[in-house]
């Protein structure tokens, strides 16, 4: 069986029932990332195109770097080693991926996080996610001609901790990217309407303020 290429994490962070979704989300803890610090200006722009091939492909990308090259047009050859040992790409092989280890009785207890430990590590890592979507929220005004009609953050945030402040962190992964794409069809609706001249089909979101747009919950029945 011919080997392929795999985005590390693809399915987790990219939420389609599109297999090719016209976009992909870049999100911007990657800029924390020690690893992607690490690369050269070149490859970080190989990496992020061969994140949009993997939305092209199912993340099945043939392990050809000459075909890569040419379908992500780049002028220069593509290190796909550099990305497999930094551990963005998984080579796959038909076979049990090599990264994979199978787990005993003792490497589960060497592995084990208390629970109160773990609730704590989780409320870390739950925090950027109303940052994403403040920062797609602000875009999205901007995109439309709102100047500063953002709403205050702080109500913002107060109302999306209460709301969604007990989920855990899957559950907020999954709600954060929902409501993101949700924003995104909203305004881009109403930014396409705007061109043509016509009502767009979400006019009441236009001037709404985001503490009202997360207690509505419109992305649950859009």
Known sequence: MNSYLKVKNWDEFQHYSNRTPPWIKLHNSLLDDYEFELLSDVAKGHLLCIWMLASRTGNKIPNNPQWIKK???ASSNVDL???????????????????KVLHNEEQDATNYVPPEEKRREEEKDKRPFFDVFWKNWIHAKKQIG???????RS????????????LSFDEMEKLTDDIVDFTMLVYGDILEADSENRQPKFFNFRNM????????KGWENE
């Open 146 to 152: 709102l100047g500063g009609n953002y709403g205050a």
């Open 155 to 166: 109500d913002a945030l107060k109302k999306w901790n209460t709301l969604f402040g007990k």
């Open 71 to 73: 379908k992500i047009g």
């Open 81 to 99: 080693q550099t990305f497999l040992d930094a551990g963005f790409l998984m080579l796959h092989t038909g076979e049990q991926d090599a990264s």
């Open 209 to 216: 303020y985001p503490q009202k747009f997360l207690a509505t």
